[in-house]
């Protein structure tokens, strides 16, 4: 599984990679959240779908 962040969707709040590090983090240059393209460890999807189900604009897809 992967995580996917729709830039046009999300509004920099900063949540995602707040909760889930290992996979999103900010784009100085945009203010959007990007998602690294790596596989997502066993140990840390938990946090990847919190992070899903927690975005305030529904931009994250975890698949
Ligand atoms: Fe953007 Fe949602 Fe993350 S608004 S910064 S994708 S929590």
Same mark, same amino acid.
């Given at each position: 599984?992967?995580?996917?962040?729709?830039? *046009?969707?999300?509004?920099?709040?900063?949540?995602?990679?707040?909760?889930?590090? *290992? %996979?999103?983090?900010?784009?100085?240059?945009?203010?959007? #959240? %990007? #998602?690294? !393209?790596?596989?997502?460890? !066993?140990?840390?999807?938990?946090? #990847?779908?919190?992070?899903?189900?927690?975005?305030?604009? *529904?931009? %994250? !897809?975890?698949?």
């Amino acid at each position: 599984m992967k995580g996917f962040v729709d830039e *046009e969707t999300c509004i920099g709040c900063g949540l995602c990679p707040s909760i889930c590090p *290992e %996979i999103f983090e900010m784009d100085n240059e945009t203010g959007k #959240a %990007i #998602a690294k !393209d790596i596989e997502i460890a !066993d140990d840390t999807l938990e946090d #990847a779908k919190d992070a899903e189900e927690q975005c305030p604009v *529904e931009a %994250i !897809d975890i698949k």
